[in-house]
């Protein structure tokens, strides 16, 4: 087995149209943050069918240890690709203008009992988790990122009890 190349992509970014990468660059964001290798593609379920069944197909074999799907509306992006690969996928539900991303929820969330979508919050907050996740799964296998989520974990920590005190001040 080949040991794949540090600019290698490890994890998938992927969203259903450009309109979605306000909220996917802040998992493009995070993983720029940690130093994860990433490669980024608007892929759409409905418009661009083929495309998305060759992105999945070839996920695993390309490298990509999990992807991170953002759609909004009717979200199929996510559970289609978890339904052609066996590698993690991660539902970010975009804010949608009609019903405020509730359908993407409910679309991404949904799924039935046997193809899993780990599915995170509604819009930025999602992403960011979304990636966040990513880095702790990769960080089961890599020392060196274990140590930057730990770092990450104790700043976001300290900022929340300077901020505490600057409040009291
Ligand atoms: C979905 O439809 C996309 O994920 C996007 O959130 C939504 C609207 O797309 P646009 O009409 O802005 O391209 O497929």
Excluded at 81 to 89: E, F
Excluded at 117 to 127: K, P, S
Aim: with cysteine.
């Amino acid at each position: 087995m080949s040991t794949p190349a540090a600019t290698q992509p490890l994890v998938g970014i992927i969203m259903g149209s450009s309109s979605d990468w306000p909220t996917l660059q802040n998992a493009a964001h995070v993983l720029d943050g940690f130093g994860v290798p990433y490669e980024k593609k608007v892929v759409s379920a409905h418009r661009t069918p083929q495309l998305l069944y060759d992105y999945a197909t070839t996920a695993s074999e390309r490298g990509l240890k999990c992807i991170i799907a953002g759609a909004g509306g009717a979200a199929h992006l996510p559970g289609m690709t978890a339904s052609m690969t066996t590698i993690p996928v991660l539902g970010v539900p975009v804010l949608s203008r009609a019903l405020s991303g509730m359908d993407s929820l409910y679309s991404i969330v949904q799924m039935p009992g046997g193809i899993p979508v780990a599915t995170f919050a509604i819009g930025d907050a999602g992403a960011t988790n979304a990636a966040l996740f990513a880095v702790s799964m990769l960080a089961n296998e890599n020392p060196e990122l274990a140590e930057k989520l730990k770092t990450f974990r104790e700043r976001q920590t300290q900022k929340v009890l300077q901020s505490q005190q600057e409040l009291e001040a």
